[in-house]
């Protein structure tokens, strides 16, 4: 049942995210009134919202005069949700603490994702990430 929840957690983002993006889209369209500068103009509008959520830039490093756009972005919201429905439940993982009975780990370093998977997962990981590339 837990991942059906996931899922549809993560689906309602989605429609969350596209229905938040048409209406800056439309709200665009309904100030600039020639279609093809309307088109220009989005990346204008939704890179900033983008660059704020916390995932190409960390929260911290925003410089303060650009703070306030973190609180008007929808995409920041939505952002913090789908982390929070993904991994949520998940416990961090430090090579300093062993958790021998629960096997919900996030992985932080690359010395905690060798002490998880070995040498030999570490490797294989590599290649298939650098295949994927």
């Avoid at 048409?22 to 279609?35: F, K, R, T, W, Y």
């Avoid at 919201?77 to 991994?87: D, K």
């Amino acid at each position: 049942m837990e991942g059906s929840g996931t899922l549809i957690g993560w689906l309602l983002c989605l429609v969350l995210i596209c229905n938040s993006s048409q209406s800056i889209g439309l709200l665009l369209a309904a100030v600039v009134p020639d279609p093809a500068i309307t088109i220009a103009l989005s990346p204008v509008a939704m890179i900033p919202f983008m660059l704020v959520t916390g995932f190409f830039l960390n929260l911290q490093s925003i410089p303060p005069y650009l703070l306030w756009l973190t609180y008007i972005s929808p995409h920041k919201y939505v952002f913090a949700a789908m982390m929070q429905n993904q991994f949520g439940s998940i416990v961090s993982h430090s090579s300093h603490h062993h958790h021998s009975h629960d096997t919900r780990y996030c992985y932080c370093s690359l010395i905690d994702l060798r002490s998880g998977l070995g040498w030999f997962g570490l490797v294989w990981f590599g290649l298939v990430a650098v295949t994927a590339m």
